[in-house]
């Protein structure tokens, strides 16, 4: 048990190093692009750069091929920086941390790791995962990806929508069913090289927000999938592999949160510092107390969030996975505070709030499509409604005691 007055969480030295490393590059490269790549749809390149100049790509990826080995704590720390800046740009590092490269290395052979993994760390190629389909969305038992035998491969095809990034990837990790795959049974994941025969870039989404990272239609025609590019194999008598790719998304799920924090804690300063500077006569808006009412409720409802994305984050360990419960409450919270945060600070700033001018409505934006993506909110109060009703309890000590 933590001592008296001591936070459980404290960042050691190296982790505060991070922050702030992760904090300048934010400052300095990413934060005044953002509004440009809002507006012009453009991949942002130049955050892509400054990160990878950083070093800050490899911070997942095991010592062995290029990276640092560090966890879902120092991702978390990372994304919540970058995505304090420009969350378009943050993601680019969350398909890094918490995307196909973490399940290259926890999932896959030698040969897979080796080929992409040093990729990753460096920050030579994105990699992009495809899992949404037209009519498979949250609902992805219902997928129509599917293998059919070829010799001693496959051939893949699959129609996937929503594929974050697919049009600047370098390979994708496409979730499929192998032969005689039923509901979730066999579904499984392979790696797709995007140069391969048989892909093509369907189109890309014109979005609300997040408009920097494009979501692309990714069409693969009886492409040539070989036994080395199987991460994952489908059993069609049983549904484990699925299960195991499903628990993976933990981890872009924390990353989810972290960004979300990140942004709407640049909201959140930025109606602070407003507030501290506009005056209605000779008063800054900051002594109004409906006002002030209104910041306290929020912060409180962000700090409350960011405890429940640590927890679920340590528990994780140095190399293991977010546990489900713990993750899918850090996710729902974060993502609801940052609704809320955002729309306070829109309606801090008054008329300056709805303008583009300022950074608030883009963010507002932005964490809005962090709701749906990686799972909704509404997918995550499912499971952690039916699992507590079935009996499961997170982590703490108040839920083991009993009722008085």
Known sequence: MAAHGTDPFTETDDQQALRALAREVAE?????????????????????????KADLFGITIGERWGGMGMGDVEAAIVLEELGRACVSSAILAQLTFNGPPRAFEHLGSDALRDRWLPMAASGEALFCIGISETEAGSAVNHMRARLTSDGDGFRLDAYKNYVTGGHKARACLVWCRFPGSVGTKGIGAVVVDLASDGVTLAGTHEKMG???TSEAELAFDDVRIEPSDVLLEGDP??????????GHINHERCGNAAMCLGAAQGSLEYAIRYMNERTIGDRPLAELQGLQWKIADVATELEGARLLLKRAVHLAGPHGTPPPLETAMAKTAANLAAKRVCDEAIQLLGGYGFSREYPVERVYRDIRGLCIGAGTVEVQRNFIGTNLLRGAVPSGDAWKRPIL
Request: hydrophobic residues 40%.
């Open 210 to 212: 997040l408009r920097g």
């Open 28 to 52: 300095r490269d990413l934060a005044p692009m953002a509004r440009h790549w809002d507006e012009t749809e453009e991949f942002p390149q130049a955050s892509w750069d400054a990160i990878r």
């Open 237 to 246: 008598s049983s549904s484990d592999a699925f299960k195991t790719l499903i």
